[in-house]
């Protein structure tokens, strides 16, 4: 259940970095890459809400499936998809009228990454229904027992992100080689030559062409199972028992991105100018080589999340608790297996996307010492998810909080600004948070995970 989840996300990450390298051949490439810095950040925001609600929507799915309660199942699926799609009318309203406040005066970007920034959040969170609407869909496939479908449409979905930036980055004029075979088809439907501002246009159709299709095989499919439509789907029980999932899991992801968010604009403040963005480039790019980590766990942790619960609902707790160290155990090998990576071809994948050599010194300096963080990194995020599918969702809430914002910005400040460190202090203090979360996640699983399994 979890392996092809786990591809897929590794392939998300993968078209993530492949989306950043078309970027690159632009002539503004390091404003570029650094504006991209800020956009994963805050852009993920949307995605960490939409994603709360479907973990919690995939638990309760899953859990009913379990008992073979249908008409809950039903229920479950319908309500959880109209939270979803009001929430995602909600944040593209905020995208396309506050983007211009969060990048500028929330992180404190400046210059040509502040506008470019600004454009390129107006599209794709303006456009959150895309990223709402494919969250939802899979994690209702997860928890019904497809998680191949569900990894083939995120897999079609950067596929297409592939295309559509191809064409889009560039239009019909010059573009890098290894991307010439995107020209004819550029000219042959007059593509506009948009830049960054493509990417995004990209990115959201990308998202919405498996959303259709994937809906349609759902609906035809939910027929089948016999699970019907209630009649009257709205139910104060069913939205208050979907929020109190929903709302700890979107907190505690909200409370990592934020972390990722101060640790911007730290360094747009410490180390950033109007005319160099070096700092803030090195760590956008190093940004998207840790998003394999986050991803590839993400995958072994929905996995495990799902199998808990249907052992739950089916009432099998120790095979419940059994799923989470095993899922634990593969994120850990994925973190020690990306780490060994990045130690060896660190410097080659960074120049991969900006050779200078300022950009290149940074980032591996910032690998040398956060990579080491990895292996905990992955385990955690598997047990924190695994938790999730159980029903446990708040402990993850405290475990983030306590991590990164009661131990790691902290004492990025003080490494900072009070003892006047240099970048490696920063990063030191990135690494020591996810290095205590990990920790956090395996300690508690340790010491609750048969009451977790049995009462989440």
Known sequence: ???????????????????????????????????????????????????????????????????????????????????????????????????????????????????????????????????????????????????????????????????FNGLLIYGQGPRPAWIAVFAPLAEALGAPALGVLGAAVGTVLARMVPVAIGSLWLLAHMRKMRLNTPSWPWSRDEMRSLWSVAWPVAAQQLVHVLAILAFIALINVAYTRDHD?????????????????????????????????????????????????????????SGLALYYAYSRWGADLIAFFDADPEVVADGRRYLAVVALSYPLLGAGTVLSLAMSGAGATRPGLVVDALAFWALAIPLSLLLVFGLGGMEEALFLAIALGNAAAGLGFIVYYRSRASAIAVLG
């Open 277 to 333: 963005a070096t700092v803030l480039t090195a760590y956008g790019i190093c940004l998207r080589l840790e998003t394999f980590v986050l991803f590839v766990c993400v995958g072994w942790g929905s996995g495990a999340a799902t199998y808990m619960g249907v052992s739950r609902g089916a009432g099998k707790v120790q095979r419940a608790v059994r799923a989470g160290w095993i899922a634990s155990g593969y994120g850990l090998l």
């Open 1 to 163: 259940m979890g392996a092809p989840l786990a591809l897929a996300m590794g392939l998300y990450g993968l078209f993530n970095v492949v989306d950043a390298v078309m970027i690159s051949g632009l002539p503004n490439a390091g404003a570029a890459l650094a504006a991209l810095a800020v956009c994963d950040m805050v852009g993920a925001v949307a995605a960490i809400v939409g994603n709360g609600l479907s973990t919690a929507a995939a638990a309760r799915i899953a859990e009913r499936l379990g008992r073979d309660d249908r008409p809950g199942v039903a229920r479950a699926i319908v309500q959880s998809t109209q939270v979803v799609v009001l929430l995602s009318v909600v944040f593209g309203l905020v995208g396309v009228m506050g983007s211009d406040w969060v990048v500028r005066t929330l992180v404190r970007t400046r210059g040509e990454p502040a506008a470019i920034a600004v454009s390129y959040l107006q599209v794709t969170v303006g456009g959150a229904l895309s990223i709402f609407a494919l969250l939802q869909l899979t994690a209702v496939l997860r928890a019904l027992g497809y998680a191949g479908l569900s990894a083939s449409l995120f897999v079609a979905g950067n596929l297409l992100n592939v295309v």
